[in-house]
Nanobody, 118 residues
């Protein structure tokens, strides 16, 4: 189960930090990522990070957002700086190839709303 938190309302130029924790008896998690979906648009990748710490960012957030993870805590973070109204969306966390006793699965969090006012 994934639990995302940290969304909210912020003015343009402000910052927010999102968190996502995978709960349960987890053996390992491969890639974790943040996706977002703005009204009327398709869900898009924001950033992702492998278990080894390799990262990948959407061009629109490079230099402003930083993804990180704490492997022992099965938690991922997204530090978002210099936010602008185009960042307004529901942000979803994803955990890929999560190894548990019964097998390997992909999980999605419930989404957290980020609203950036101009």
């Amino acid at each position: 189960q994934l639990q995302a938190s940290g969304g909210g309302l912020v003015q343009a130029g402000g910052s927010l930090r999102l968190s996502c924790t995978v709960s349960g008896s987890i053996f390992s998690i491969n890639t974790m990522g943040w996706y977002r979906q703005a009204p009327g648009k398709q869900r898009e990748l924001v950033a992702r990070i492998t278990s080894g710490g390799n990262t990948d960012y959407a061009d629109s957030v490079k230099g402003r957002f930083t993804i990180s993870r704490d492997n022992p805590k099965n938690t991922m973070y997204l530090q978002m700086n210099s936010l602008n109204p185009e960042d307004t969306a529901v942000y979803y966390c994803n955990a890929g190839r999560v190894a548990v006793l019964s097998g390997v699965y992909d999980y999605w969090g419930q989404g957290t709303l980020v609203t950036v006012s101009s």
